[in-house]
């Protein structure tokens, strides 16, 4: 059920990403940074389940508790630390609003 739950809330992201980038910038642009961010999670649940690995059993520690859910949530909380920098629109020094 915890993998069901993080799965979903990343494509929330994706289509978070998607809609945000299409209003701010452009439809190409929008594609780009959801297929940066499709790439993220690909690279990143295979590292993070080869990680988890060394730790937890193929089986897991219990039915809730499954290898997947562990890497899938060690792969969000990197994600959300990672992506609070590289979205995060902050304005240059002695910017102005027009």
């Given at each position: 059920?915890?993998?069901v739950i993080l799965f979903y809330a990343h494509a929330v992201f994706f289509?978070?990403?998607?809609?945000?980038?299409?209003?701010?910038?452009?439809l190409v642009s929008a594609i780009l940074s959801t297929i940066f961010v499709i790439i993220?999670?690909?690279?990143?649940w295979t590292?993070?389940?080869?990680?988890?690995?060394?730790?937890?059993?193929d089986a897991g520690l219990t039915r809730?508790?499954?290898?997947a859910a562990f890497s899938l949530g060690?792969?969000?909380t990197l994600e959300v630390i990672f992506y609070k920098f590289?979205?995060?629109?902050s304005k240059p020094l002695g910017a102005v609003n027009v």
């Open positions: 059920m915890i993998e289509a978070y990403i998607f809609a945000r980038n299409y209003v701010e910038d452009k993220i999670f690909s690279v990143g590292f993070s389940a080869f990680v988890i690995g060394f730790f937890i059993p809730i508790l499954t290898k060690l792969l969000t590289y979205f995060s629109k």
